[in-house]
């Protein structure tokens, strides 16, 4: 009898076995499929993605050539950056604030971040950074 329940216990188990086999084998295969299906659909989204960073440079670009309904943002200020052009277009500092109608200080003060300008001031520092150096050695001469 103890011969027959382990022949029976072994043959239990190895069908469960070929069972589970087989089941497991489906799992395999359909998660394969979908690891694949992931793969591409990342793929795709980063195409997508790619095209319309394209189309919103290629948008800002036309949207700055035509006059725009939007408000404008407000101008960022950076002390290095309004430091680098002031010497780009060769000014002094006290020929770059009599353009701006501050003083010498003034300038100084915005270049080493100790205060930033006001808004009123902040329009004519735009207005700055808008021009070349030609065109600011002759307001200079004005």
Request: aromatic share 4%; net charge positive.
């Amino acid at each position: 009898m103890a011969n027959l329940t382990s022949m029976l216990k072994d043959e239990i188990a190895r069908i469960s076995r070929k069972e589970m086999r087989g089941e497991t084998d489906k799992l395999r295969k359909t998660s394969s499929q979908y690891r694949t299906e992931i793969a591409s659909l990342k793929r795709r989204a980063s195409t997508l993605e790619q095209q319309v960073g394209r189309l919103e440079k290629l948008v800002s670009k036309l949207a700055g050539e035509a006059p725009s309904s939007e408000p404008a943002s407000k101008p960022r200020f950076t002390a290095k950056g309004f430091k680098s052009h002031r010497n780009r277009l060769g000014l002094s500092a006290e020929a770059a604030g009599s353009l701006l109608g501050v003083s010498a200080q003034t300038v100084y003060s915005w270049e080493a971040g100790k205060s930033s300008p006001r808004a009123s001031q902040m329009e004519r520092v735009v207005a700055l950074r808008a021009l070349g150096k030609r065109e600011a050695a002759e307001l200079l001469n004005r």
